[in-house]
């Protein structure tokens, strides 16, 4: 009847169904009762309900139903009642591997004749809703939401996860302090396997594309080519700096690492100085350019390439490294350590290793020193130019200028994290980076300022200790 399928730790088996096991005593009639209608459910999902559990929880019933030529047949009756525990292990799996999805309460199948009725219970996430529910209703949370759903997708691609339909419906968002915090539902027939290859990513990402013009008209808000864009740069950035990590890390020898640790950390600030420097002078020399253009472009394609301050020309030049991965894959080697570790597993490095024995502690505690970094970054530290093209009045340039000061900084203090740490206790290191960041970061935020020079310094100084954390990160993870 359950053939196949594998009772997760703290859950037990209850006839054809999976309970966690500190809900073991909850019965039948609360798992299945009618409850009330979720806000924003769509599609095969609209059946989706609000369980008032005993014990004060609240849950979200999935009621599975049949698509296709079958639904009228046999409607929500199914002839496998192991396809919700399935569906259980794949959410368990992905929140092992640090993939932010929904917890599981319940995974139920009860005989209807000689099929089977089924329903899969995740924990109610207060405040949430679907991805296009909320850019529909929180417009001013599109760009933060798109971004972290990017990010997420990526992240459980390289954590295995193979889906047959996914489509946005299969995020949730909900408005947190930081921003939009995002998570997976309604993972169906999906299952775990290796870190997920390119063609294969690129396929569900396609039918994803295939789905949001196909129901266009009914989404709750309309998808631009901008969120598009935004999503798959979040989606490449999501695994791109960890693996480049481990592959330097692995590499170079080990009395370089300070110093390549911070050249990893300053890297990113790198670009982000170039682009600052070119966005002030396309300003200077935007004429130039456009009769350069005009030698080789239509003339509707060079006035939409140099529109509103040439920002489509930034863009492209954002895009430039991404033709380095060509030869990254043509001519960096894979580092003698990953050959061994492959030879000394027969199945080779698994995601889920990350998360048993020993090894699970230090992912917790390497995890949550990254997010410190990335909470201060993101969270605040990239918003600085928009604010202080506030405090200009509109002043030309401004944000070239001030994200110029924050790269400048953030370059410097990368570089000087790797030797620092060197020198002192590493742990010492780390606390000095976290306190003078967040003096720095008060100073500039909660004291009263104005555009100009002391806008600059600190600016200036808040990138670069919010940002030395990326030249720690790298020398102290592989470790």
């Not at 775990?192 to 063609?199: D, E, Q, Y």
């Not at 808000?221 to 692995?250: H, I, K, N, S, Y």
Request: glycine letters at 10%; a positive charge.
């Amino acid at each position: 009847m359950m053939r196949g399928v594998r009772v997760p730790p703290s859950y037990v088996r209850r006839d054809a169904s999976v309970v966690r096991a500190d809900l073991v005593a909850v019965p039948d009639a609360a798992w299945w009762a009618e409850g009330t209608a979720l806000e924003g459910a769509r599609g095969r999902g609209a059946g989706v309900v609000v369980l008032d559990l005993p014990g004060g929880l609240r849950g979200v019933a999935r009621t599975y139903r049949r698509g296709g030529a079958l639904a009228a047949l046999l409607r929500e009756r199914f002839a496998d009642p192991a396809r919700p525990a399935r569906e259980l292990g794949t959410l368990l799996a992905l929140r092992a591997a640090n993939v932010a999805a929904v917890e599981p309460l319940a995974a139920l199948a009860r005989r209807d004749g000689w099929l089977w009725r089924l329903r899969l219970v995740t924990a109610l996430v207060e405040g949430a809703r679907p991805l296009p529910a909320l850019i529909a209703a929180r417009p001013d949370l599109r760009r933060i939401a798109v971004a972290r759903a990017g990010a997420l997708v990526g992240a459980a691609f390289a954590a295995g996860l193979v889906h047959p339909d996914l489509h946005p419906d299969n995020l949730i968002a909900a408005p947190r302090a930081d921003g939009v915090e995002v998570w997976l539902v309604d993972l169906d027939r999906a299952r775990i396997g290796p870190p997920v290859p390119p063609a294969r990513r690129i396929a569900m990402l396609a039918r994803m594309a295939r789905y949001l013009e196909r129901h266009r008209a009914t989404l709750p808000v309309q998808p631009t080519r901008t969120d598009a864009l935004r999503f798959l740069a979040a989606l490449g950035m999501g695994g791109e700096w960890a693996l480049g990590v481990a592959l330097v890390m692995e590499i170079w020898p080990t009395k370089s690492r300070p110093l390549m640790a911070g050249m990893i950390g300053a890297a990113a600030n790198v670009g982000f100085l170039v682009v600052a420097l070119v966005s002030l002078g396309l300003n200077n020399v935007i004429t130039g350019v456009g009769g350069f253009l005009d030698l080789v472009l239509p003339t509707a394609a060079v006035e939409a390439l140099l529109a509103n301050g040439a920002w489509r020309m930034l863009f492209l030049l954002g895009a430039v490294p991404a033709f380095m991965t060509l030869f990254i894959r043509l001519f960096v080697p894979e580092s003698e350590r990953w050959h061994e570790a492959v030879k000394k597993s027969a199945e080779g490095p698994k995601v889920r290793s990350l998360f048993q024995g020993s090894q699970a502690r230090r992912t917790v505690v390497g995890a949550a020193l990254g997010a410190v970094a990335l909470l201060g970054t993101w969270g605040s530290v990239q918003w600085i130019p928009s604010w202080g093209d506030k405090l200009s009045g509109g002043l030309p340039g401004a944000r070239g200028v001030l994200q110029m000061w924050s790269a400048v900084g953030a370059i410097l203090f990368s570089l000087l994290a790797g030797v620092l740490a060197d020198k002192l206790n590493r742990r010492v290191t780390y606390f000095l980076l976290c306190t003078t960041s967040l003096v720095a970061c008060a100073i500039l935020f909660r004291l009263p300022m104005s555009y100009g020079q002391g806008l600059f310094f600190w600016t200036f100084l808040v990138g670069g200790l919010s940002a030395s954390f990326y030249g720690w990160l790298p020398l102290y993870l592989p470790e």
